[in-house]
């Protein structure tokens, strides 16, 4: 069963990093472009960050440029969102998601391109 599974969120002041993992459980990242979305309480769900099955070609919200960076290490079969100087309206559940058909490529706001998705991990910036 294919499945990807996000880990790393928690409760982090403003100001602080966290970086969060999105494992492929059943198959291999390699072959797929990498989204990460977030939704924020009572808001739609947003495209935060995305990376091409390459690691070639990310793209970033522009909200999140020069804070938050997005790496894949194909050895640990991981993606990476690393977040830092986070701020309490990066409080979300975040979550990871598989695009199989784009090569080279990544649709950072494309929700329907993408076809698995993790359950998602929680993000509370707060002091």
């Known amino acids: 069963q294919l499945q990807l599974v996000e880990s790393g969120g928690g409760l982090v002041q403003p100001g602080g990093s966290l970086r969060l993992s999105c494992v492929g459980s059943?198959?291999?990242?390699?072959?797929?472009?990498i989204g990460w979305f977030r939704q924020a309480p009572g808001k739609e769900r947003e495209g935060v960050s995305c990376?091409?099955?390459?690691?070639?070609?990310?793209n970033y919200a522009d909200s999140v440029k020069g804070r938050f960076t997005i790496s894949r290490d194909k050895a640990e079969n991981t993606v990476y969102l690393q977040m830092n100087s986070l701020k309490p309206e990066d409080t979300a559940i975040y979550y990871c998601?598989?695009?199989?058909?784009?090569?080279?490529?990544?649709?950072?706001?494309?929700?329907?391109?993408?076809?698995?998705w993790g359950q998602g991990t929680q993000v509370t910036v707060s002091s």
């Open positions: 998601a598989a695009d199989r058909s784009s090569a080279n490529v990544c649709y950072r706001s494309a929700e329907d391109k993408y076809d698995y």
């Open positions: 059943g198959f291999t990242l390699d072959y797929y472009a």
């Open positions: 990376i091409s099955n390459s690691g070639g070609r990310t």
